[in-house]
Each structure stands twice: as C-alpha cells, then as structure tokens.
C-alpha cells in the first residue's frame, strides 16, 4: 500500500520536475519526492503490508 503511494507520488514529482512546475509554491517536485520517501520508508519498516501482529501465534 504505502509502496503504491510513494511511486505515485515519484511519478507526480517527475512529471512536476520535467515541466518545471509547482502548485501554489507548497507542493513543489522536492517536497514530494521527500514525501515519497517517507512513504517508501513505512513500506520497508513493515507497516501496511498485513503482516503485523500474526508472529508467535503458532498453534
């Protein structure tokens, strides 16, 4: 889930940085690559991958 949210927001900061373009001065191709990477980073730490909490509950 969060992988899927930071490729998009990769591919808008791309799209933005290519046409040399920002939203209101706020949402800049900077601001969202770092978004990105914070969101690729939750990916890797685990969260949002449906594997939280079902460790140790072997029967």
Excluded: K, N
Aim: glycine share 16%.
């Amino acid at each position: 889930m969060f992988a899927t949210i930071a490729a998009i927001l990769f591919g808008l900061a791309l799209l933005l940085e290519l046409l040399g373009e920002s939203i209101q001065d706020l949402v800049t191709p900077r601001a969202l690559a770092l978004a990105g990477l914070l969101f690729l980073a939750l990916h890797v730490a685990g969260y949002g991958t449906g594997w939280g909490g079902r460790w140790g509950r072997r029967r």
